[in-house]
Each structure stands twice: as C-alpha cells, then as structure tokens.
C-alpha cells in the first residue's frame, strides 16, 4: 500500500519525478505501508511507514533511520526534513522507516518490563532484518525517539545487541534512572563512530530539562572520542520541540558527510573521504562536483600548481564531469602566476577553440597579452593577436589596438604596430577596451 502525504509550501514548484510531486503550493511526498505479522505480537497487525529516496537503486547502499511514534505527525516532521536534506545534499541518500505503535505505554516501556522488552525483541530480531532482507541498506543505523521513545532509546543503547549507531533524543527523561549504565557506556564504548544528539526544550518540564542536561554533564567527563555527542537546548515546549529540534538532529548524525573540513588538500579528500564515509556509514559515495569545486577555489588562491596540476590529472584520469575548456586552464595558470603554462593554453584555446565562447575569449584575451610579457615576449603577443584576428575577426578593433599597443611601447613589429593603430583611428568605435584618446598617446609615444 503507497500513501501521499501533502506538505503545503510557501511557493510554487513542479517536480516530476519518482518519489514526490508537487501542484501549485503543494510538495506530495509518497511513502509505502506495510503490515507485519510478528511472532512476538501474533494477535496484531504492526504497520511500518517506509521512505525511499526517490534515485533509491538496489545496487547502492543506503543508511535507515528508523523513528518510533510514526502514527503520529512526528513521522512527516521526519520525512519532510530527510527529503529537504537529501535534495540539497546536505545528507545521503537514506531509507526512512516510520514504527507504528499499537500501544505505545506498552511498547516504549521505559522502566524495561516484559512488555518493553518484547518490542525491543520485535525491532532488533523482526524489524530490521526485514529491512536489511528487503532493501540495499549499508548497516549504519539511527533512531528518533520522542518523550517516552527518547528515553526508550538509551535503555536499546545499553543493549549489547544494539543495532544503532545514531541517536536523536528529542525531550527525553530517566524516570528509569539509568544515568550510571550510560555513564559507564560513554566510558567503555568503542564501537565504531557513534552519533548521539539529545534536545532540550525551555518551556518543557523541568525533570526532562535536568535529564537532557544530566547525560550531557555523563558524556563531558569521559569525552569519549568514539562518540560524537550534543545537547542543544531550544525555544520550545515539549510538543513544538519536535520540530525545532529535528532538522539539527538529522544533520548532527550525518555531519561527517561532505565534511570537507576533515581534508587538509584536495589530495588527501580525494585519497580518503570515500573510504572514511564507507566506515563511517557503510556506503562509498561520488566525489562531488561541488565538494571538488571547493577545493579549486583554495588551490587558485593559494597558488599552488602542484595542487592544481594534480586535481586535474585525477579529474581526467577517474573520467569525474567537471566542465573546464583551454580557456579555463589558461586562465587559472594566469591567475597562479604561472606565466609560460598560460601561454601555453592561450595558444591551445585559439588554436583548437573546442568549446570555447568567443564572448568569454573577448573578456579575457587580455590576459594573454599580460603574461607574454610578464615573459618579456611582445613580439610572441602579437603573434598571437594576429591568430586572433584571424579566428574572430568581429573584435578586429581591440586586437589591433592591443597589437599596436604592444608594437609601440615594446619598440618591436613596428611596421605591424603602425598599421594596426591607423586601422583602430579609421574604424574605431565604442569598446571595452580602449577609448579614442588613448590612440592619441599611443601616436605621442610613437
């Protein structure tokens, strides 16, 4: 069974694929049903709620974060954050599945009864085997619990069984006063990276405050390094704390991904995130266009070019879509200061001109003509102001101009500096690059 559930926007988008469609003010976001028949509840029907990214492909690997309390409006809280997240790839790509509860007193039994202890039965021994059975996922784990489900949630941590390696605790308490089990947890874990996230609400009750604050004080003794930990306190009572507390939690528990801070070069992000991220969370993401991006820009302005040459060489040799012509190159080797290398390319870009936009060659022709002679080679400049009259001839103007700019002030090409500058005074016209005056001096200097 599929049901949409509607979330109304402020503006008006289309989206016309897979997992979402949206009409005028509304994002429809589709999720399946499924009903369960579970040897520790033979007399019930358990209804899960499960989200799939809308790119989801079995031969990947995803992450699951499971949220109990899904019969109630936390679910969609969850599945319209995740969906945002993922879309602005600010997560992976991640199953959600929502746990309904039957009797929820019951079943999040937080003083560990038989009853709490069936449903733990139920999520460790039936739920996620069936997940993992049924979908490609990558074995990281997170759970969301609300109220009684955040305090739940420490007493599944403290399992020796336990499958998750994410926590969201959103209001949580210890009526069950387990603070000296977590205590000990926070100081003997080891596991691999471990992600726990509990919110405070001010105007909720005082207990779950002091609770919250309690677990924070447990974790800042021992500073486990194995564990990645937050209390966040917010604005909200212990309703609206779901949603003021819920996006933060998401993102605490995937912080590690695109974590470009992490990399001290484009070389070691290149050699070691994709490794990191599949230890981290079971599955080996794409090297982002965005991610590489970032590390051009510090490679420009650092000027290192054997950074630069080495981003390059792996873009090509690993066949990554990264749009970047002759033009391009030259441009940044001008940019590094790497004068021959821009001439080089300078010369590849006219030559060849693959791709190149001759408005784009216009803006920045000059450059050219800069590094030449930053290279003490007027004469190589106008050389290649003559093959770029040739390859576009409707910027004749400013290619003479430059020519006999170059001729005149170089004492070099004088014949061609001559006849370039009488060709710009009987032509000559509005441009970007010079104005009639300037001709004037030239003739002075002459």
């Known amino acids: ?49 499960i989200f799939l ?63 709490g202890k069936k449903f733990k039965n139920y999520l460790f021994e039936e739920i996620i085997p069936y997940i993992n059975s049924n979908y490609s996922t990558s074995e990281f784990n997170t759970i969301i619990g609300h109220s009684d489900g955040a305090e739940y949630n420490h007493l599944l941590m403290l399992e020796k069984n336990n499958p998750f390696r994410g926590f969201i605790n959103i ?99 290149s050699q070691n995130y994709q490794s990191e991220i599949n230890q981290l969370y079971g599955f080996t993401p794409i090297l982002e266009e965005n991610d590489i991006d970032f590390y051009f820009g510090k490679i420009l302005d650092k000027k290192n070019i054997e950074d630069y040459e080495y981003l390059i060489n792996f873009i090509n040799e690993n066949n990554i879509s990264f749009v970047m012509n002759s033009l391009d190159r030259a441009n940044h080797y001008f940019y590094m200061e790497s004068y021959p290398q821009a001439i080089k390319f300078w010369n590849k870009a006219i030559n060849e001109f693959e791709n190149i936009n001759p408005r784009v060659f216009y803006f920045n022709f000059s450059k050219a003509v800069d590094a030449y002679l930053a290279e003490k080679d007027p004469k190589g400049a106008i050389e290649f102001l003559e093959k770029s009259k040739k390859r576009l001839p409707e910027y004749n103007l400013e290619f003479d101009y430059f020519i006999a700019k170059t001729s005149i002030e170089n004492s070099v090409e004088v014949k061609k500096g001559k006849n370039a500058l009488k060709n710009c005074k009987s032509n000559y016209k509005e441009n970007r690059y010079f104005k009639k005056k300037e001709l004037e001096k030239l003739k002075i200097k002459k």
């Open 171 to 269: 209001s949580t308490n210890l009526n069950n006063d387990v603070s000296n089990e977590i205590e000990e947890f926070f100081k003997k874990t080891n596991k691999k990276t471990f992600y726990y996230f509990i919110s405070n609400g001010k105007y909720d009750s005082e207990d779950r405050i002091l609770a919250g604050n309690k677990i924070d004080s447990l974790y800042k003794v021992t500073r486990n390094e194995s564990i990645k930990f937050l209390k966040k306190d917010y604005k909200a009572d212990h309703r609206g704390l779901v949603s003021n507390s819920m996006l933060d939690g998401i993102s605490f528990i995937f912080q590690d991904y695109r974590n470009l801070d992490r990399y001290s070069s484009f070389k070691d992000y």
């Open 53 to 115: 990214p809308k790119t989801y492909n079995k031969n990947n690997k995803y992450p699951v974060v499971y949220i109990t309390d899904a019969g109630t409006p936390n679910f969609e809280v969850a599945l319209s954050y995740i969906n945002q997240l993922m879309e602005n790839n600010v997560i992976p790509k991640i199953i959600l599945i929502g746990i309904e509860q039957n009797n929820r007193s019951s079943e999040l039994d937080i003083y560990w009864s038989d009853d």
């Open 1 to 49: 069974m599929r049901k949409i559930i509607t979330i109304f926007l402020l503006f008006s988008v289309i989206y016309t694929y897979g997992q979402e469609k949206n009409t005028s003010n509304k994002l429809e976001l589709i999720y399946d049903i499924k009903y369960l028949k579970s040897k520790y509840y033979p007399d019930e029907e358990k209804v899960l709620n």
